[in-house]
Each structure stands twice: as C-alpha cells, then as structure tokens.
C-alpha cells in the first residue's frame, strides 16, 4: 500500500470542499488520517487545525466537526486544512495518550520516521505533507482522561522567527481565553521535537495550541470555547468574517513557568485540589497510597 499524499492546493477548485482518508501500512498494521480541505475563493494563508492527536480528548474533536459543517468556503479567504481525528486508532480504541497499534504517544514522535512505527509513520506524514505546507498550525487538545485542567491557549517564544511568533502571540490573544501560557523555545539540534506543534515551531511555521475540556469528557463550554477561538483566529488573519460579540481579550492572564512533580512511588494519588487553586511553596499537594491505603508519601509544591 503506496502513502498517499494531498494534492496541490494551488490546484483545488475555489469555494468547494474537499475530503480524503490518507492511509500508511508498516507490515500488517494500517492507519488512517482523515483531511478535509476547505478551498476559499480569495486567496489568503494555509490555515491547518489538528485535532485528535490523542484520541481519548474528545471536545476537541467536537468542537473540529461542528467547524467543518459551519464554515462557508464562499466566506473564506484562503484554504483552510482540517485533520478532525489525528489518531484514529486511538479514538477508536478509547485510548489515554497512546496508539494502541504500537504503544506509542503520538505527540512524543514527532518530526517521526517514515521507516518507523506506525505512530512514528503516522507522524512523519503530518510533518511532511500537513505541517510544511501551513503558514498557520493550530493544535488542539484538552485534558485526557486523567487529566483535570484549565482551559488555555500556548505557543513557544522562538527567538529565531520573531515574525512567526508575534503572529502567534497575537492569535493567541486574540483567541480570548483568561489564560495563556508562552513556553520557551531551546530546542537543541539535535533533540526531537516531539510534539506536534513544537515541530511546526522548529519549521518556522506561526504554531499554537488550545487545550479545552477535562477529563475525557465533552464539556460543552469548552467545545464553544475553541469554536469561538477558532473564529477570532481567522478574522485576525482576515481569513473569515468576523463574528460579533465573541471576542474578549480584557483581564487575560499571562503565564511563562512551569513544574513537573514525578510522583516518587505507584499507587493512588489523593487531593483535595483542583485545577485553578493558587498554591505558595512548600504547601502540601496530597499524598500516595499502595493499593491498601498505606499511605506511602506526600506530595509538597516545589
């Protein structure tokens, strides 16, 4: 089975929709990568949004469907690429973070290997026929199944595109979440880039992410969040007529640190916080237990 590729997008007809299933094979194992290409009828910017990476986040996934139905290709300026499912083995399989075809997290493989896994493959093909024909990359995501957070919207400080990422600060702002976060981008030679939209970043590409929705559930909220997100973005790149009455960039908060606890043994993590708390140093986050109760540690605020 030969890796099909998209067509030119230079070529597609104005103000018409395309849809195509992309397949890959590594021996028996087959994947799908589902497209859709909304073709505009003015010219403007390559505009992808990627959802479904992790196949268990499902307000993502929502919130791309309803924007595939919604969106007038006669209104667009531009073509806008959609991949509603990245990684269908996964959604299929109500999988938390991995492909079940070969174990992997397909936002840890990136820019990947067209001779690897079929997770590695999978990437490799997102890199090379989605990623480096964007001028825009939007990666959406939200909490997976053991994961409680706050609605936000990210892009890295690349110093070395300073206009790439101004325009990501912008459409990060303009998205209208109270909470944003900007990583630092030190991405060595050398070393992968893992995630998706990283790897977009590193390709000079303007990339950002929303994370929207906890928990493996579809809280609607968010799902409209990420729409309303998704509007104000392509307004900001005169892409599609703004809607009115959706965009709110007052008291937005502005975040550049993070920190990563490991937890120090296995067993069942107990707190009584929850994404949103403010906390100092040094306060106590919750305890471990063993599967008996025994407590085993607790956990502090580094």
Known sequence: MAQQTLPAYQDLTPGKVYQQMLTMKEGTTVAELPVRIIKGIGEGPVFTIVAG???YEYAPIVAVQQLMVEIRPEKLKGTLVIVPVANM?????????????DGKNLNRVFPGNPEGTISERLAHLI?????????????????????DLLDFVCYYDNKQTPEQTSLARRL???????????????????????????????QGIT???????KLGGV????????KKAVYNMLAEMKMY??????????????????????SPGKGIFYSVLKSGDKIIAGQKLGFITDVFGTKLAEITAP
């Open 53 to 55: 990476i992790h196949g």
């Open 89 to 101: 083995a996964g959604f299929y399989g109500r999988s938390i973070f991995y492909n079940p075809q």
């Open 127 to 147: 890199t090379s026929d989605i990623i480096s024909r964007s001028n825009v990359f939007l990666d959406i995501h939200a909490g997976d199944g053991n994961e």
């Open 172 to 202: 990060t702002k303009c998205a209208g979440f109270k909470y944003n976060v900007v990583y630092p981008f030190s991405l060595q030679a050398s070393q992968p880039a893992e995630y998706a939209f990283k790897q977009a970043t590193r």
């Open 207 to 213: 990339a950002l992410s929303i994370e929207a929705g």
């Open 219 to 226: 809280e609607f909220k968010s799902v409209d969040a990420t």
């Open 241 to 262: 007529e703004p809607l009115a009455g959706i965009k709110n960039t007052e008291n937005q908060i502005w975040l550049n640190g993070q920190d990563y606890i490991k």
